[in-house]
């Protein structure tokens, strides 16, 4: 089984829908990322969390909100989508302590999602 | 700001060949230094990273060097196989707290 899961796995949505991205880990990490995949622009943060009463910003979180139900979930919603959020949606984790800043990231396998 | 700039793809190379991938990076500070690779319908995987200046990191063939005088982190393998095929991403840690920042991706093509 893998250790970082993603549901689902493809998802076509329309303009203006609410939809929900679901992560789960089995690797015992506290700190989870969201980011999303575009083609020439490689992956860019949307939100991280260091563990279940921690949530931050990344880089691109706009139009995007989070939820750390508990140390294994870490779901991804988008309120209202809108086309120019098609993308590939990667789930990670990594096991880091304090400000360490070379750890290892853990990828689930990726959501595509296509807003229409 | 902090960012990494790879080589456009695709990079098209027989079994065999040499390869080499540039990466340069801007970044305040000495950050660690990361390689990562996708394989066709699969998440991203590290491949290799360094941590400070001069370190080599390596593994399955491929090298880098961190070299800060130049800020480049190139990925370099002496003989290229078809699984090899994936797209290969440079990334730094910004700011603490493992935050990556990645470059565009690069995508590889190896022929029998």
């Known amino acids: 089984d893998a250790d970082v899961t993603q549901t689902p796995r493809n998802r076509i949505t329309k303009t203006g829908k609410r939809i929900m991205l679901e992560c789960s880990q089995t690797?015992?990490?506290?700190?989870m990322y969201w980011y999303r995949q575009d083609p020439g622009l490689g992956l860019r943060l949307i939100y991280y969390?260091?563990?279940?009463?921690?949530?931050n910003k990344g880089e691109i979180s706009d139009g995007y909100s989070v939820s750390r139900q508990a140390q294994a979930k870490f779901s991804l919603s988008l309120e209202s989508a809108i086309p120019n959020q098609t993308a590939l949606y990667f789930c990670?984790?990594?096991?880091?302590?304090?400000?360490?800043?070379?750890?290892?990231?853990?990828f689930g396998s990726g959501t595509q999602l296509s807003v229409l | 700001g902090n960012s990494v700039t790879q080589m456009e793809g695709p990079v098209t190379l027989s079994e065999e060949a040499f390869l080499t991938i540039n990466c340069t990076y801007t970044?305040?500070?000495?950050?660690?230094l990361f390689w990562y690779v996708q394989y066709p319908g699969e998440g991203l995987q590290l491949l290799l990273k360094?941590?400070?200046?001069?370190d080599k990191g390596s593994n399955k063939g491929f090298e880098a060097t961190y070299r800060k005088e130049t800020t480049s982190f190139h990925l370099e393998k002496g003989s290229v196989q078809v699984s090899d095929s994936a797209v290969y991403f440079c990334?730094?840690?910004?700011?603490?707290?493992?935050?990556?920042?990645f470059g565009a991706g690069t995508r590889l093509a190896v022929h029998p």
């Open positions: 990334a730094l840690s910004s700011g603490g707290y493992n935050k990556l920042i």
């Open positions: 969390s260091f563990d279940v009463k921690d949530i």
């Open positions: 690797k015992g990490h506290d700190r």
């Open positions: 360094a941590t400070k200046a001069d």
């Open positions: 990670a984790t990594s096991g880091g302590q304090g400000t360490s800043t070379n750890e290892k990231l853990f």
């Open positions: 970044a305040t500070g000495y950050p660690s």
